[in-house]
Every structure is written in C-alpha cells, then in structure tokens.
C-alpha cells in the first residue's frame, strides 16, 4: 500500500492497540442543555445546592408541634398543651410558640418559631378541655427534618463527571438548575463501502448482499450515547470513496467498513491518508477483524459556502457547528459484520466513551467454561458464547460473517494469542454484551 509512517504494516496485538488509542488525547465538547435533555449524559460543571436542603426546620409527620421543653419526663403523667393554630405544607407561621402551646402541623409543614419538636397524632390525645391535647414523654425532635440537615447552601450536590439518571435529574430541578453543562455527544458517521451491497428495502441480485453494518454499527453507537449520521453505502470507486469519506471528517469520528484489506478494491485507508489522516494502526493480531484501521484526521468543517440544507441531505442529521476545530478520529473496519463489531465495542468504543466525558468501562465477567476449547493461534480470539449465570457456553464459531451466531450470544468469550488448549471447568474471561 506504500505507506510511509515506519512499521505500519506490522501486525500489531489487541493490548498493544488498546494502548495506543488511549494514549491519544480527546477533548470533550461542553454543552448547555434543558435539564431534560441532559438524560444520560456526563456533567462538565458541578451542581451546588442554591439554598440550604431542607430550607426551613420540617415536619416528618403529620402532627402536633410542641416545644421539648414542654415534654414530661420518662415516668411522669402525660402534660396538656393548648392548640393554638394549625400549619399546614405550604403555609408559613411567625407567630412563636409560647410555653404549653401546640399547634397541629402536617407533614412537609414549616415548624412555627419556637416549637422544636412534633408529636406525631398516633401518639397524642384528646385533653380536658376541647382545644387541648395530652402528650406523653419522649424526644419528639427526631421528628423534624432540621434546616440544612441534607445539604448546605453552596454544597456540591452533583459532581462533575457524574451521569445524569432520574436520581441526579431530580437533585438538579431540586436545586433550581434548569441549564446543566454537559459533556455532549459525540456526533460520529458512519459509512459502508462495497460494490456488492445494497439497502434494505433495495430488493438484492443473487451476487449483492444487504448492508447490515450501518444498522449495527448505529446500535452500537446509540448504546454509547453518540449520535449517529449515517452516510449510507459507497461503491469501491476512489472518487465516491473520497468524497463521502470527506463527508465523514467532518464528525468527531468516522466508522467506516469494508474495503479495508490489500485486495485490488481495498481503497479506503489509502485514501484515509490522502485526506490528511495518520494511521496509526493498519493491521491487528485479533480474530476476528484482522484489517483494522485506527488514524486521527483533521476534522473538517463545512465550507461556508455550503448550504445548510445540501449538508443536511448528505449527512441526514443537523450539522455540526461552523467552525469547530479538532480532530476527527477514523477508525476502519473490516466489511465481515463480526469483525466490524468485535472491533467496535474493543477499540472505537473506548475512545468514544472518552469523547463523552466518561471514563472507559470494559464489561468484563468472569465465568465457567463448559465445554473443551482447543488451543488458540496466534491472533486474539472473541468467540461468541451464550452465558447462563456464570456457565460459558461457546457458539458454534462459523467465521467472521456470522451474524446468526453473534445474535445469541451474551458475551464474547477472549482467547489470549496462542493460548494452550483448555478444559471444561476452566475459569474464563467474557466480555459482556448482553443480558439474555
Ligand atoms: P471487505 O472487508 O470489504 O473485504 O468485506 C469483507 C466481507 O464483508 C465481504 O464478504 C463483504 O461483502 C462483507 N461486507 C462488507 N461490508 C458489509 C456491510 N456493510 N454489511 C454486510 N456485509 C458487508
Ligand atoms: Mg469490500
């Protein structure tokens, strides 16, 4: 292929790549976002609390507020208090309990100045007189939620990196922040290149088979939290393939199948570097998935001059912000679905889950294998296994194209380079994709 970065065209391990793509540095994209919107992303920014949580000394129970003062020791006759008022959630009172006073209270009600205990109402009952109650001992403090107990004002209440669910969600409108500074996306295009494939809904020739690639590589995507442009299919013609291929440098990444290995087709990586972008890995000891390409392009951004509705119909997705430099991080799959996947979820995943703000988290389980496996060669080896609990069950492996498989598997089961034979019994490593 006549690439001139030295050693390029070494075959390269899985560790040793995984290595590589981490030492690169990524510069997530901060964004301000509606509250809503901000489902399942990262904070960029700490959320503080805008008051102390909660704000005023509140009642846990529905009840009478009492001052403890007024409260008989453990042993002696219950005491009379006076009701004087009621509050309830929602209402405020400033008028100061005066000693043998009580005034009913509900839960979530402010106590009013003075009281400092509430007797719950199981616990009270009818005195001498009409408007009194009898209370009996006991430390009725426990039931106020005092001012500040939870959180103080100016309190991180939410930490930068954090995930943002329906707990964080509701801390947030809690505290007022309606606006969350968010890591944003990573807006990441797709492409599948190959004279053979076609559409679904296309109704396919004998020799052309349908692109399935761009439909997992979209669920792969969408389960890491990027959005997805996808850029279709591109015949194996150079001219096609740069120009879609300058489409997708302007995304924070590019996943492109196919095309990626020395046959007399295989244009893409070549083409890759034209376009300005370093490879940086072109061959990978792993099976399945040997043509794997990883390279940093100068991300491209759209020329004024082109219209927002034409850019919209290439890239069928809103257009990424004028102007905005950086990279754009290629990497190439080989066109056999499994391969493309197993190199997905092992490489671009981890990149991209930094391109989001996150950490990398590599979903590996520990498990028991169930039936003999023989010994490995010499490239890293994911084999689809159904998993039931901890029991590893390997599928039958029937080559990189075989999606049938891959879909009843829950994990992939790594064999280390020339990993000697192993027996039933034998503790194994999964890599966790889903729950069956
Ligand atoms: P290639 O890496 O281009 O040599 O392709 C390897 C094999 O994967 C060939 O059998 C292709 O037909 C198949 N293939 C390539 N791209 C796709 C795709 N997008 N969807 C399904 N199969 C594909
Ligand atoms: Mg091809």
Redesign the pocket.
Known sequence: MGMETPGLDSLIGVGQAIELIDAVSVTPRSTLKPLRQALGLRLAEAVMADRDYPPFDKSQMDGYAVRQADVPAEGSAPAALKVVGEVAAGQWSDRPLEPGQAVAIMTGAPLPPGADGVVPIEQVRPGPAADQILISSGDWRRMVSWRGADGKKGQTVLQAGQLIGPAQMAVAAMVGTGMLRVWDRPRVAIL???D??VEIGHPPSPWQ??????SMLYGLLRQMNADVVDLG?SP?RPDDLRSVLRDGLMHDALLV?????M?KY?FVPKILQELGVRLMITKLRIKPGK?FVFGIGPRGDIPPEVDEQAYAEIARAPRPPLGSAGSCYVFGL????VS?FVCTVRFAWRLLARLGGGPVIEPWRDGILQQDLPANGPREFYLPARMEGEKVYPLNWRGS?DLFTLAGAQGLLVRPENAPAIAAGQPVRILHLAES
């Not at 088979?209 to 761009?214: E, G």
């Not at 199948?257 to 290995?261: A, R, T």
Request: proline share 11%; no cysteine; glycine share 18%.
């Open positions: 599948s290149t190959g053979e494939l088979i349908r692109n399935s690639n761009n299919i194996d199948s196919g095309g990626m290995s046959g295989d043509p080989p066109g056999n679905p493309a194209a």
